[in-house]
């Protein structure tokens, strides 16, 4: 028998859910990156309820756990329970030298969405299906705040502390975030009280790893002394956002000036914020590679003193070096 807590956590959860959802037009179809746990599974039956028959599901297979299968077999039955399409991939996340294992699998993982959304897609009964145009992730509002968090410890600048932005388009699908504002627990409920399970991906305990410490300890710390926490930070996460685009616009405004490769006279014109700022832009929208704080500032002051027609500028910069050529700034990599 429903309890009447039970039943102010179902109207409190579904209309967090329910306003979430209200704010998200996805193109459809539209694909749910499914895992089985319950953020995903939350979507998916959210989104499935919202669009029936417009919602399909894919699930990636990372092969890195005994406990994949038994993810891979919810997933199945939960979509066949309820008549959603599903697309199974399975995927070798193993981590190349140098990467993270995490990294690895969220790189594998995205490729493997992208791919498999763009796949040809046929109903559980055999139609054809038209082709997926969205796809919507499940991360929440907690997921935001340790990603922050984790920024924050790494001294990240505003980029970093931007978090995950809750919409962007890369060819022809455009991605989702449309849990962003919604608590992790708030999730559970809404699935508790409907009686449907998910799998717990038993890593979420490991406290090896940095954000499960966060998601632990501090989460339950902040609770207590900043009860609004997701939303105020999630503001100042919107704000770095905002702050990166515009540092983004300068550099490419200074970087037209100084010219790419870069020309020393023209960058030693510039204010030191500006020239810290065009290095860092150029190095990461040419090479995809990021200078450290000292790395930069290193360049930075050999740049000013840059004053000789001699004068060898030969420093290390992310995964390569800058070199002087010239009159002007070279990058390769190492
Ligand atoms: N194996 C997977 N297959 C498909 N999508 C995945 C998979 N793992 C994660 N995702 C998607 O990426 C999002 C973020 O992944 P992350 O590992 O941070 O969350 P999670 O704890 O696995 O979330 P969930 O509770 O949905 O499992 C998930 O919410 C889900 O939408």
């Not at 919602?55 to 199945?76: S, T, W």
């Not at 932005?165 to 409920?189: N, Y």
Request: aromatic content about 6%; some cysteine.
């Amino acid at each position: 028998m429903q309890t009447q807590s039970d039943a102010d956590l179902l109207s409190a959860s579904a209309a967090l859910v329910d306003a979430a959802m209200a704010a998200f037009h996805p193109p459809l179809p539209l694909a749910v990156a499914f895992s089985g746990g319950a953020d995903s599974s939350a979507l998916l039956l959210a989104c499935h309820a919202r669009w029936p028959g417009w919602v399909r599901a894919i699930h990636v297979h990372h092969g890195l756990q005994a406990a994949a299968d038994d993810f891979q077999k919810h997933c199945e039955q939960l979509c066949a329970q309820h008549g959603i399409a599903l697309k199974v991939c399975a995927i070798d996340a193993r981590n190349a030298q140098g990467q993270s294992p995490e990294d690895a699998a969220r790189q594998g993982r995205y490729e493997a969405l992208d791919g498999a959304a763009q796949q040809d897609w046929f109903s559980v009964d055999g139609v054809a299906l038209e082709p997926v145009r969205s796809l919507a992730l499940a991360q929440h509002a907690d997921d935001q705040v340790e990603t922050l968090l984790l920024a924050l410890s790494r001294g990240a600048g505003v980029a970093g502390l931007a978090a995950m932005p809750s919409h962007w388009q890369r060819a022809q699908l455009e991605w989702f975030r449309p849990l962003l504002a919604i608590p992790g627990r708030v999730l559970r409920d809404w699935l508790c009280l409907r009686g449907v399970g998910w799998v717990e991906d038993p890593t979420n305990a490991d406290q090896a790893y940095t954000r499960n410490r966060i998601r632990a300890q501090l989460l339950p710390v902040l609770e207590q002394v900043f009860p609004q926490f997701r939303s105020t930070f999630a503001r100042s996460s919107a704000h770095c956002a905002q702050a990166s685009e515009l540092l983004d616009e300068q550099a490419a405004v200074d970087l037209q000036v100084v010219g790419t490769p870069p020309h020393i006279k023209p960058l030693q014109a510039l204010t030191s914020v500006r020239l810290g700022n065009v290095l860092r832009y150029w190095l990461r929208s040419i090479y995809g590679t990021t200078p450290t704080a000292a790395q930069l500032s290193q360049l930075m002051q050999q740049i000013g003193v840059c004053t000789t027609r001699g004068h060898r500028i030969h420093i290390k910069v992310g995964r390569g070096f800058v070199e002087r050529r010239g009159l002007t700034l070279d990058w390769y990599n190492s």
